[in-house]
């Protein structure tokens, strides 16, 4: 989605501003506004790459964090071992799509900023700075505001927080730009919502079934008698003077303190919430009880070897969907989602029709013959690590997540 909204992005800024009196087809004229847009400059060292009168270099496409393989990962780091076993002519053959969509999407991001700039004036950077950096806050309250958990959880993603913040940017004017390209007021029809809902339920609303249990777990081994052989009736003679007791109204729980022998003794019995298929062998016994027990009931007393259990069900869930009502705000935004790809695929579709990026192939060799002669060179990274101040950090973790919108002109709202 992201590079197909990249490349639309990308296609709409380069043709902006054509002559509509020209006589020129609509191709050509998207092929003199990307001539115009992207010049291949040599530079001491190889080539620069300038975009719309900014200069892009070859150390911030192989050095920069970009999203490659559903991971935040540095160019250079993630095609080192493709490198390291190939020749150059392969490398470059099995490197060049993939460089030419993190260039193209640089490029589109540039092309964005100086389209938003134009169209919202000179204080785009402050409100872009400002949400950046709002989600950023919000990033670290989710690690209950510990600085230290949310760097090395960047790190992780291949980021800090200056790249996160400007990819944060980034989404934020893409928002922007594929919701100026839907039409007004176009509502979500409860057929499309429930057509949808059916779509998404096995992948993503699957409800899976569950219990929840306490148990009082009787094990003889460990009941001290003079002789082995009455280890077994022992514990079911136990096992049925506790039931007894429990149904004239004794606590449970209590009771499972004191003679369960079960890892769970200290909880009262309480065992999490799981899946019966879960629960192995000879708790497995537990789950074809719990089918026909209610929650609140105590089951039979099940023996088996080793163990006599005294089971009470808290909970159950049989397998089946979320309801629609539950989930209807995320069938709506899949829809709003799906409805925003369509115009970007169009979009893509007729770029990659009319407009070639023949003057960027040059520059990507040169991105990929330097990656290839760092193939076995360790890359060092500077980091910048996100500091606040005490002020932040105490207005950080008193703060619930907001709206992502909140302070950002109606113009970049992403529409709901």
Known sequence: MRKCVFLSVLMLLLTGGCDSGS????????????????????ASGGFVLMVGGETLTSDEIIESPAELDGMFILPVEYFKPIAQVSELDEFKERAKGQLKEVLTAKISSILLYQQAKRQMGKNIEEILERQAEKALREFVVTFGGDQIKADEALKQKGMDWKSFKEYQKRLIL???????????????????????YNEMKDEFFARPAMIQFRLIDIQ????????PNEYRELAKKLATRLLTRIQSGEDFGE??????????????????PMQPGS?????????????????????????????????KLE???????????KVQRQVRDKINFDRRKEV???????????????????????????????RNQPV?????????????RRRDTRTSTPRGDMGMPSSIIRRR
């Not at 909970?315 to 009502?325: M, R, V």
């Open 174 to 196: 893409i928002q922007w730009y594929a919701a100026s390209q839907l039409p007004n007021n176009r509502p979500v029809t409860y057929r499309e919502s429930m057509d949808c």
């Open 220 to 227: 003889p081994a460990r009941l001290k008698v003079w002789a």
């Open 279 to 311: 629960l192995a062998s000879p708790y497995d016994m537990l789950a074809a009880e719990a089918e026909n027990t209610e929650p609140g009931q105590i089951a039979s007393l099940v023996v088996t070897t080793g163990h006599v259990f005294i089971m």
């Open 344 to 374: 970007a695929d169009r979009v893509n579709a007729k770029l990659l029709q009319q407009a070639e990026l023949s003057k960027t192939d040059d520059f990507v060799d040169f991105c990929i013959e330097k990656i290839y002669q760092m």
């Open 255 to 272: 009771l499972a303190r004191q003679y369960s022998h079960g890892p769970m003794r200290e909880f009262g019995g309480l065992w999490q």
């Open 315 to 325: 909970e159950k869930q049989s397998a089946g969907y979320e309801p629609f009502q």
């Open 380 to 392: 060092t990274v500077k980091r910048e690590i996100y500091r606040r101040t005490e002020v932040q």
């Open 23 to 42: 006589n020129l087809t609509d191709a050509e004229l998207e092929r003199r506004a990307l001539a115009r847009k992207i010049r291949l400059v040599e």
